[in-house]
Nanobody, 114 residues
Framework: QVQLVDSGGGLVQPGGSLRLSCVAS????????MGWYRRAPGKQRELVAT???????NYADSVKGRFTISRDNAKNTVYLQMNSLKPEDTAVYYC????????WGQGTQVTVSS
């Protein structure tokens, strides 16, 4: 089983940047496909980015070229660097860890507004 703790959200102006972090504990971090999802107000949770153990990445079209997912296996941490943020990026962002089942962090709020 994996426990995930998300952090790094906040209020940022359009065009700004944030870096989200997610620390995992309780299992072998390097075995898991890690990801970030988000849920905007009134919408379903959607994929933002995933990163496999082999280093393959997948991004939602809406964030390609602006967001970067990375992981540090030595620190059991996955990151989401978010640049050129837009108001439509406003959402609660959730870290995920997937092997046979998927585990979720508690979520961190990102608000993009002037």
């Amino acid at each position: 089983q994996v426990q995930l703790v998300d952090s790094g959200g906040g209020l940022v102006q359009p065009g700004g940047s944030l870096r989200l972090s997610c620390v995992a504990s309780g299992s072998i971090f390097s075995m898991y496909t890690m990801g970030w999802y988000r849920r905007a107000p009134g919408k379903q949770r959607e994929l933002v980015a995933t990163l496999t153990t082999g280093g393959s990445t997948n991004y939602a079209d809406s964030v390609k070229g602006r967001f970067t997912i990375s992981r540090d296996n030595a620190k059991n941490t996955v990151y989401l660097q978010m640049n050129s943020l837009k108001p439509e990026d406003t959402a609660v962002y959730y870290c995920s860890a997937q092997l046979n089942v998927i585990y979720w962090g508690q979520g961190t709020q990102v608000t993009v507004s002037s």
